[in-house]
């Protein structure tokens, strides 16, 4: 069976991958981690792929499906979940003149359906993410928007934290129904003049179950696979041989870029700075992870890593940056951890190319103590970039220091504290938060 019939002017995507990945670059903005993408067999599935691939999120699929009568089985009566719970359309049943016995039927033979493809598809149900996740919810096109209506009512059942329906194309009675509906709904087009899904593609060939199953295969190993960056070795005034990790969009360049400094006795490979590098980079942000002098496989002592030493190494880290094609240094903004914050604000405070700063769990008090905090408290008056201090609610030290240095600063600034959050962010939705917080604030003044 081949392509359905174009309708030219209506035609907007080549075919499914294409508008998925346009749909991917909008979701990227706006999608908070923890996530997962659920599509709506099969078609959705097509579409869903490029997304996790920009995302770097789990993809499972809803397991809605339609209720048609054999009566008219070119319209909806409603639609089903894998729970076995339905929605139905009241005048359409009507109009058909169904009974209760005539839709039990419907549903029944539905659900034998919908237990066929869970059977043969083998990935864990979207309940299996819940609760607390966000939810984006996929599929090709939305007509009555019958099948969606019912993997919004499972997910909202089952604990999303936030439900997201992204799709290519939409009806407006569509679109009005699930921006009421959804936390948040994106269409790439929205047509008051809807003619039907397969018109807004060139090819709108149908997915077959061996197609499914291999996109869901391979957005399995998307899941497995870390994000891998570009090794980067330079030097510190000193000629130590630092260790840094460049990860980058996968988009075209120049892109923003954000400097991470780890905290005393941490490395690039801070799983915190990591899981917010990656979140940088979902959104279109380069990220540079490296090794503070004497920490992971940068030269050195720990001894040889004073607080001028790294301010020496993050300067050298920014020089570094400089001479990459894809980077653009003139929207540069450096993220701070724990004692690493320290650095970034005496290197903010005399680089006026700093065009934002993010400071997480700042502790500038360092071994000086008292004299430490004054000090860096000081300097905090001489620094300009925009800058955010996230501090979690359980971290009662740092966030009297960050109460202090909040006031100080010379430019916009804001104090967010986190629920749950520990000096180190292990609580997961602690960090999910501080990641949401961080890439927001980068996307606003880097652009």
Avoid at 12 to 37: H, I, N, S, W, Y
Avoid at 67 to 78: K, N
Avoid at 423 to 438: C, P, Q, V, Y
Wanted: charged content about 25%.
């Amino acid at each position: 069976m081949g392509a359905s019939p174009v309708v030219e002017e209506y035609a907007m995507f080549r075919d499914r991958t294409e508008a998925g990945q346009k749909l991917a670059g909008e979701l990227a903005a706006v999608v908070r981690r923890p996530a997962v993408v659920a599509a709506i067999p099969r078609g959705g599935v097509s579409v869903a792929l490029p997304v996790v691939e920009r995302l770097r999120v789990p993809l499972t699929v809803v397991y809605a499906r339609k209720l048609t009568s054999r009566v008219a089985p070119e319209l909806a009566v409603g639609a089903l979940d894998e729970d076995g719970e339905a929605i139905l359309a009241s005048r359409t049943v009507a109009l058909l003149g169904l009974d209760a016995d005539d839709v039990d039927r419907v549903k029944t033979r539905v659900a034998a359906e919908i237990r066929r493809r869970m059977a043969i598809y083998r990935v864990p149900p979207l309940s299996h993410y819940l609760p607390g996740a966000t939810v984006v919810l996929v599929d090709d096109g939305l007509a009555t928007g019958l099948t969606m209506r019912a993997a919004v009512a499972y997910a909202r059942r089952h604990g999303a934290r936030e439900i997201i329906v992204a799709v290519p194309c939409a009806s407006e009675d569509a679109a009005r129904r699930f921006r009421a509906e959804a936390d948040r709904f994106l269409s790439l087009v929205v047509d008051p003049d809807f003619y039907a899904v397969g018109a807004y593609y060139m090819d709108f060939s149908p997915v077959s179950d061996e197609e499914v199953l291999a996109m869901l295969a391979e957005a399995q190993k998307l899941a497995e696979r870390p994000v891998v960056g570009m090794r980067l070795l330079f030097h510190n005034s000193r000629g130590f041989e630092l260790a840094g990790e460049l990860l980058m969009p996968d988009t075209a360049g120049p892109h923003p870029i954000v400097v991470f400094a780890h905290g005393w006795g941490s490395s690039k490979a801070s799983p915190p700075n990591r899981a917010i590098a990656e979140a940088l980079v979902a959104k279109g942000i380069s990220a540079f992870l490296f090794d503070f002098t004497g920490h992971g496989e940068s030269q050195g002592t720990p001894e040889d890593s004073t607080e001028a030493q790294q301010v020496d190494d993050l300067r050298a880290a920014i020089a570094a940056l400089g001479t990459l094609d894809d980077i653009d240094t003139e929207r540069l903004g450096i993220a701070g951890a724990s004692s690493g914050s320290e650095a970034v604000l005496r290197c903010a405070a005399d680089l006026p190319a700093v065009r934002a700063l993010v400071l997480r769990s700042a502790n500038v008090a360092g071994a000086a103590g008292a004299a430490g905090v004054a000090a860096a408290l000081d300097v905090a008056a001489r620094v300009k970039a925009p800058t955010l201090l996230v501090v979690g609610e359980r971290d009662a030290p740092v966030l009297d220091q960050n109460e202090a240095l909040v006031r100080l600063l010379a430019g916009p600034r804001r104090l967010e504290i986190v629920p749950r959050g520990d000096h180190l962010f292990e609580d997961r939705e602690a960090l999910a938060r501080a990641a949401e917080l961080t890439t927001a604030w980068f996307s606003k003044h880097l652009g």
